[in-house]
Every structure is written in C-alpha cells, then in structure tokens.
C-alpha cells in the first residue's frame, strides 16, 4: 500500500468524517484520480516531439499515455481536426497516491522560487489544476538528457462538491497551498 493512501485511509478520513459531519464513511472527501496532460504543438512538423513528450510523460507516470488528437482544424497552426498534438495519463488508486506523494513531498519544493500552490487553481467543485513549466522537476527524468522543456498540467479530481473541502482534503494530504495570508501579501507586493 502507498504510504499516502495508508495515511488517508487511517488517520486523514477518520478526522474529515469528524470535521465534516459525514454520517456515512463513503461521503467523506476522497481524491478519484489525477489526470497529467501535455501538449506538443511542435508535434504538426515533428512527430518526434510527440514521440518524446509520451515517453517523458511515461517515465513520470508509470503508465502508458494516450495520444490527444486535435478537435478542429486551424488554418493558422497548419493544424487538421484529427491530427495528434498530445498525450495525457489518468491515474487511479495506487499509482494516484504515490504520483502525488511524489509531487507534494518531492517535485513541487524542488521548483524554482516555490512559495506555495496558489488557492486559484480549484475551479469551484473542489478540482484543483497546476501546471509544472520543465519535466526536469520530476526526478525520473535526467536534465542531461532532455532535448525539449516540455510543461505539463496536472488536475486532481476530488469528490467534493465546494471548494472549502476541496481545499481542507488536500491541506491534510500534505499539498503545499499557501495560507489566506500569503494570498494578501503576494497580491499587495504586486501593486
């Protein structure tokens, strides 16, 4: 069992069932799965980009990506509805739990200037997306060897209807949001 998972199912759902007035143990918050999605928009000349991006997003994973094709054409872009552009993972269970074990403890505080995920990035039904600018971040992948940056968006699927218990689920998860107080300071710093 992953050491993130053994922490929600002992300690982390017992406290949101108390905190949250769940009758039920299956009403209590819970995360679905974690969709980690990329595009190539280089892959209309270079099939090898693409060829790359999925290897990279492999490696990451643990899990075979599925190509994403575009839904229209673009006269603009050279882009035909069809053609593959790219390549996105859904994890589930297991490989979820130690993905984002890896990303909280791991990934994240090895980013550049991190100061915190900004509360932003929930859209309103307790989902939260963040995007990482370099697959160097993750530690699978050896800088030396990349040819391309490649950024990568994550979304994390929770079973949450609001975003307050979206946000508490993921606080005791471990996930580095920032406070309501760094949310002031970084938007008064700016003015």
């Known amino acids: 069992m992953s050491r993130l998972k053994e ?3 002992n300690q982390i759902r017992p406290e949101l069932q108390k905190e949250l007035n769940c009758s039920n143990y299956n009403q209590v918050p819970s995360i679905q799965k974690v969709v980690i999605n990329t595009g190539v928009g280089r892959a209309v000349e270079n099939k090898k980009e693409l060829e790359e991006a999925v290897n990279y997003l492999k490696q990451i994973s643990g899990q075979q990506p ?18 593959a552009i790219g390549c996105r993972v859904t994890l589930r269970r297991i490989r979820m739990y130690e993905f984002l074990d890896k990303l909280f403890n791991i990934v994240l505080p090895r980013t550049r200037d ?7 990035g929930l859209d309103g039904h307790g989902n939260y997306s963040l995007g990482i600018t370099e697959q160097t971040a993750f530690l699978e992948i050896n800088p030396n060897e990349v040819n391309k940056i490649l950024s990568l968006q994550i979304t994390i699927v929770t079973s949450t209807s ?29 003015i």
């Open 66 to 83: 599925v190509t994403t094709t575009a839904k229209k054409s673009i006269a603009g872009f050279h882009l035909r509805k069809g053609m």
């Open 162 to 190: 609001s975003d307050q218990e979206g946000e508490l689920l993921l606080r005791k998860l471990g996930c580095p949001l920032k406070s309501e107080e760094q949310e002031t300071n970084t938007s008064t710093d700016r």
């Open 7 to 9: 922490l929600y199912e």
């Open 114 to 120: 991190f100061r915190g995920l900004d509360l932003k």
